[in-house]
């Protein structure tokens, strides 16, 4: 899934709070919290919701294929 770098890159390109991701991906902002700590693993099903907030607000998760894993926004076709 995400690591917690990639999690708090991609709040950065979107300027969201904790507090806003926690609420776009309905958990709470402990939670938000202590996996960008890297404070316990979280359970697959957050990760999910997180991914799926992300996605929803136009990140892209880049894989690690050689230059190691990345966010980026969708890029918006027009026209």
Do not use: Y
């Amino acid at each position: 899934m995400i690591s917690p770098a990639q999690c708090r890159a991609a709040r950065g390109l979107l300027s969201w709070t904790q507090a806003d991701l926690a609420r776009a991906a309905s958990v709470g902002v402990v939670t938000v919290r202590q996996f960008e700590g890297e404070n316990g693993v979280p359970r697959p099903a957050t990760l999910k919701v997180l991914c799926q907030a992300f996605e929803a607000a136009g990140v892209e998760f880049i894989p690690a294929n050689g230059g190691g894993p990345g966010v980026r926004l969708r890029q918006s076709h027009t026209g």
